[in-house]
């Protein structure tokens, strides 16, 4: 099918001229006019809904596309995105993906109907240019712009570790997820440091099931006084299937989360936490919004990343006296 490039290079005009003519907006001459609406007839171009809203910034939708298993972590996140996209005058518009194929499915959909679309998992090169990371936004070459699971998880790993723990089990989404990938760099990193070895059963894989991956490590033979979770709800179910199996918390199995939802001061014992930094992280993402509905990229501080804070509560106890 013609692309809007195409009618550019027929019509010999800018492609933001081809725009301005396909959007009505004035300032364009009458045989530069003419000149696109004659090329336009020749190749039979349609424009497509995405390319006219993205040109004149008419779009009043924000996207969203968030995992199905995140539904937990999108409580807290999507009534503050609500707010924040509602004082640019636009909506929301959110559709939850199973795997990679929906997802990429959901933001092709979404990209037609929306000034911008957010996704939670990095953007890879080949989207479209009005889809934006939540929590990544780094430049080509940048590692660790944006949120830096691999220091959460480093965070972490120290601080169970001062507890006295040697043993602690890893519980990520999957291989193939960025942020897993980034949380296991960093428990790797701390292990080296403490001059402890690495042991891959204690690398817990939630593979969307969640309560299977606990069960295998609950019913393996690998020894385990600390479980590291990426969220919240990953630890609550921790929490409820080591109960079943008459395994106490803490007393011999400390749990620390990676987010800090409000469901972490709820459970029992309350979750300690290194806390998501959901407002500077929206800060951003709106920042970024913002700059695409106004047609100007917005510029990153190369390397900036965003941490978040270490929330102790009773979840983690002390045992060096007790080894």
């Known amino acids: 099918m013609p692309t809007i490039d195409d009618v550019a290079k027929l019509a010999n005009v800018s492609r933001a001229t081809v725009s301005r003519v396909l959007t009505g907006t004035r300032g364009v001459r009458d045989d530069s006019r003419e000149a696109v609406l004659k090329a336009v007839e020749v190749l039979d ?3 497509s809904f995405a390319a006219q809203t993205l040109a004149s910034n008419t779009s009043s939708y924000i996207g969203m596309v968030l995992p199905a298993n995140e539904a937990s972590f999108s409580a807290t996140l999507l009534p503050r995105l609500s707010l924040a996209v509602k004082a640019l005058n636009k909506s929301l518009l959110i559709q939850y993906v199973n795997d990679e194929y929906e997802q990429r499915t959901a933001i092709q959909n979404l990209q037609h109907q929306c000034a911008a679309v957010v996704t939670l998992s990095n953007v890879s090169s080949d989207m479209p240019g009005n889809v934006i990371a939540f929590d990544a936004f780094s430049a080509k070459g940048s590692a ?3 949120y830096n699971y691999a220091f959460a998880a480093e965070s972490a790993c120290r601080y169970v570790l001062g507890k006295g723990h040697r043993n602690i089990a890893l519980l990520v989404d999957n291989e193939a997820d960025t942020a897993s990938k ?16 690495f042991n891959r059963q204690l690398l817990v894989m939630a593979n969307n099931n969640i309560e ?3 069960l295998k490590l609950i019913n393996s033979f690998t020894k385990y006084t600390a479980i590291i979770a990426k969220r919240d709800s990953y630890a609550a179910e921790a929490m409820r299937l080591l109960r079943e199996f008459n395994i106490a918390v803490p007393q011999e199995v400390s749990i620390i989360s990676l987010e800090d939802s409000p469901l972490a001061s709820l459970l029992y014992p309350p979750l300690t936490c290194i806390s998501y930094p959901v407002e500077e992280l929206l800060e951003s993402c709106i920042q970024r919004i913002r700059s695409l509905i106004d047609g100007h990229a917005l510029f990153m501080e190369e ?10 509560r009773a979840s983690v106890i002390d045992i060096t006296h007790a080894q």
């Open 45 to 47: 171009y349609r424009p």
């Open 144 to 146: 660790h712009q944006g």
């Open 182 to 197: 980034q949380m296991l760099e960093g428990y790797r990193s701390v292990l080296q440091n403490y001059s402890l070895p």
């Open 212 to 214: 299977q991956a606990l």
């Open 303 to 312: 390397g900036k990343s965003v941490t978040g804070r270490l929330v102790a």
